[in-house]
């Protein structure tokens, strides 16, 4: 064989390798295993770096679902602006963030029935950066929280 067709085989031969090693474990469970292995890693990676401003985390773990400006998607996810759930209980608060919440909660007359997933693998520094972020943006002008409070709530949160 030629140089020229030595490399469209093993170009061939490669696409080929990548295809059936796809094949394996395609069903729907693995990869949705793998997905949630993906995200776990990237929120516990989190916590062997530096600690991140409630804006950083706010962006990197929240903006998806409640957008920049706190709006929410309508109908799917709530806004954080001017709700009872970030301007009120501060335990509340804190414990939605550590659990997430599948409950349906009515925000504003809309029930939501999305689930929110739970940041339990962020810092208790970084629960109280971001609690205190949404606390104090989108036109809320509210406490904010400390790590001590955190850890504290957390602490109950396990019992
Ligand atoms: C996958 C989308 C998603 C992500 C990511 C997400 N949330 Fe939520 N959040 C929701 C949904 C959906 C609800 C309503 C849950 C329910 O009805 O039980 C909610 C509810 C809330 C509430 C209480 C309701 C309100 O509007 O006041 C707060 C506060 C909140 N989220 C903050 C956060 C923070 C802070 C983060 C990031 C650390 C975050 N969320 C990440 C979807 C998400």
């Not at 093993?10 to 469970?29: A, E, Y």
């Not at 997933?117 to 972020?133: M, R």
Request: net charge negative.
């Amino acid at each position: 064989m030629n140089g020229f067709w030595q490399v469209i085989f093993n170009c061939i031969f490669s696409i080929g390798f990548v295809l059936g090693f796809n094949q394996i474990g395609t069903d729907r469970s693995e990869s949705t295993e793998s997905l949630r292995e993906v995200v776990s890693f990237t929120v516990q990676k989190n916590n062997w770096g530096q600690t991140n401003s409630g804006k950083e985390i706010y962006e990197q773990y929240c903006l998806m679902c409640h957008q920049p400006a706190g709006n929410g998607i309508m109908g799917v996810t709530p806004p954080l602006s001017d709700t009872e759930y970030v301007l009120g209980d501060k335990e509340r608060l804190v414990k939605l963030i550590l659990n997430g919440s599948s409950e349906g909660l009515t925000i504003k007359g809309v029930t939501y029935s999305t689930p929110m997933p739970g940041f339990d693998s962020l810092s208790d520094q970084e629960i109280a950066n971001v609690a205190t972020y949404i606390r104090t943006s989108f036109g809320n002008t509210a406490d904010s929280v400390t790590e001590m409070e955190v850890a504290q709530f957390r602490t109950e949160n396990q019992q």
